[in-house]
Nanobody, 124 residues
Framework: QVQLMESGGGSVQAGGSLRLSCAAS????????MGWFRQAPGLARVWVAD???????TYADSVKGRFTISKDNAKNTLYLQMNSLKPEDTAMYYC??????????????????WGQGTQVTSSS
């Protein structure tokens, strides 16, 4: 059973930085996608970025140039480096994973495994 656990959330002033981590365990497949999603109060959960097992990365336009997704295969850990945070980045952030040989999905229903979330707050 794949398990994901996020950490690293917190409160920062606008313009600050945070790095989220997602520790993964239970993987057996070599082909997978891992992604970050976020959900603000009252809104739907939306895709932020993803990384394939090949290392290919994709970003939502709203975070491109400010956020960086990466993974450390030796530690089975996914990261999201968030720089130049804005108040509109405030949300609960979730990591997700799915075994696939296809392009990484950018919708919630494309992912099979989810973490419990970590809160990020950026205040002006």
């Amino acid at each position: 059973q794949v398990q994901l656990m996020e950490s690293g959330g917190g409160s920062v002033q606008a313009g600050g930085s945070l790095r989220l981590s997602c520790a993964a365990s239970g993987y057996t497949s070599r082909a997978y996608c891992m992604g970050w999603f976020r959900q603000a109060p009252g809104l739907a959960r939306v895709w932020v970025a993803d990384i394939a097992s090949t290392g290919r990365t994709t970003y939502a336009d709203s975070v491109k140039g400010r956020f960086t997704i990466s993974k450390d295969n030796a530690k089975n850990t996914l990261y999201l480096q968030m720089n130049s945070l804005k108040p509109e980045d405030t949300a609960m952030y979730y990591c997700a994973a799915v075994e696939t040989f296809m392009l990484c999905p950018q919708t919630t229903y494309g992912y099979k495994y989810w973490g419990q979330g970590t809160q990020v707050t950026s205040s002006s």
